[in-house]
């Protein structure tokens, strides 16, 4: 009862004095804020990196050609990843379900008739990559095991080169010029981004072709594999890399890498991130907590009659000091509810702006209101109100009834 007639004395005294109570409750507003508002953002990206990783499966496991400057040096053979490094996985790793090389060239000028588009990507795959990249096809059909072993001049395009090269009609069967080469379009990809990136200007051919009339040699970017169903991905990859590292007589120069870990690692930079970024905006609520003390000290002198009048009724020590913790406690609450209400608000806003503009990608940023953290951001906020006021509290609940009833 005495809590609850504390509170509601709490409430009277910032309707009382409206702007004294918010430039004393501006600390707190702005340190709840900022902490709920670093929150919000935060998991937005954390969602908005796991579901970049969703469109090319969690399983799905990477090798890469990456030594050292140092080790450059002293390689001797290992020159990077070719087709025979595709083949002695296959032979020698067991528990792999899907193995595809992945090869890609520098932007070429894409022909048909009088039409053009300059930056055409062009990439070298087998009949496995759009399995693994949980690519689907719009028009037409895959890349096939066929087309690898005679290197035909077929060829799968994206959107936005069937668009602009083919207009309204359906490119399947037609023909496209690339570098001198005429290609076959028989399939056409749907449209997928990952990391502001798209594949809409992608012309995918043969890996075989790709090497024989475009790149040259047999050098890939990277091989990507998929486990079997059962195995463990991290099993998978340490078989992979023990492998990799028989193959390079145990120079580090290969890199394993899985979406899951990649991801993992990811959210644990962007945690860390977030933690820090919070922790350093909640020292405002330091500051809020240091102008509650002040106005309480203020409140104390304004109401030191009223406190002796209380003490000197019968009122207890225990008494005045719930009541000043009790209104710091308020004040800060209020303070720290204002603050999660402007964070809520802010975050539809940068909600509203990013989907607006497809930032980072499309639909943009989703920033839902983390009530879990605006709760304990609210409750630690009237915590610091109250830790801040414990000491104009102890200072009242000490008066002497007789020398405050005579202070002016």
């Not at 023909?175 to 290609?183: E, F, N, P």
């Not at 997928?192 to 050098?219: C, L, W």
């Not at 209104?327 to 940068?350: D, N, Y």
């Not at 639909?363 to 801040?388: D, K, N, R």
Request: hydrophobic share 45%.
């Amino acid at each position: 009862m005495q809590i609850g007639q504390s509170i509601v004395v709490a409430l009277e005294m910032l309707k009382l004095h409206k702007l004294r109570a918010f430039l004393t409750m501006l600390g707190v507003i702005i340190g709840v804020m900022s902490v709920t508002i670093i929150v919000m953002v935060g998991n937005g990206f954390q969602a908005y990196m796991g579901d970049q990783f969703k469109g090319f499966g969690a399983d799905t496991i990477y090798v890469f050609y990456d030594p050292g400057r140092r080790m450059r040096e002293s390689l001797g053979a290992v020159e990077g990843l070719t087709m025979d490094d595709v083949q002695y996985l296959r032979d020698r790793v067991d528990g792999l379900d899907l193995i595809s090389p992945y090869a890609q060239g520098p932007a070429e000028r894409a022909t048909v008739e009088d039409r053009t588009v300059d930056n055409a990507v062009t990439k070298g795959v087998d009949e496995l990559y759009f399995e693994l990249n949980s690519n689907t096809m719009l028009e037409g059909r895959n890349l096939s095991a066929d087309d690898l072993d005679r290197k035909t001049n077929a060829c799968v395009i994206g959107e936005d080169i069937k668009n602009r090269l083919f207009l309204t009609d359906s490119p399947i069967g037609k023909y496209i010029s690339m570098r001198g080469i005429t290609l076959e379009v028989v399939g056409v990809v749907k449209k997928s981004q990952a990391f502001g990136g798209t594949n809409e200007r992608d012309v995918y051919m043969p890996i075989s072709t790709f090497h024989k009339k475009f790149q040259g040699g047999d050098k890939l970017m990277l091989i990507s594999m998929k486990p079997k169903p059962g195995i463990e991905v991290q099993d998978a990859m340490n078989r992979v890399w023990e492998a990799m590292m028989i193959r390079s007589g145990n120079k580090r120069v290969y890199r394993v890498d899985s979406n899951e870990s990649i991801l993992a690692s990811i959210n644990a930079v962007l945690g860390g991130a977030k933690v820090l970024l919070a922790a350093i905006a909640a020292l405002s609520l330091l500051v809020g907590g240091i102008g509650i003390m002040n106005i309480m000290l203020v409140s104390v002198t304004e109401r030191t009659k009223e406190i002796g009048l209380r003490k000197a009724v019968g009122a207890p020590a225990r008494s005045v000091l719930t009541q000043f913790l009790v209104e710091s406690g308020t004040l800060s609450l209020v303070g720290g509810l204002i603050g999660m209400a402007i964070a809520w608000s802010m975050g539809l806003v940068v909600t509203a702006l990013t989907a607006a503009s497809n930032w980072p990608g499309e639909g943009g940023l989703a920033t839902p209101f983390p009530v879990a953290a605006a709760l304990v951001s609210a409750a630690f906020s009237a915590l610091i109100g109250m830790v801040f006021g414990l000491y104009p509290a102890v200072s009242a609940a000490k008066l002497d009834p007789i020398v405050a009833l005579r202070r002016e």
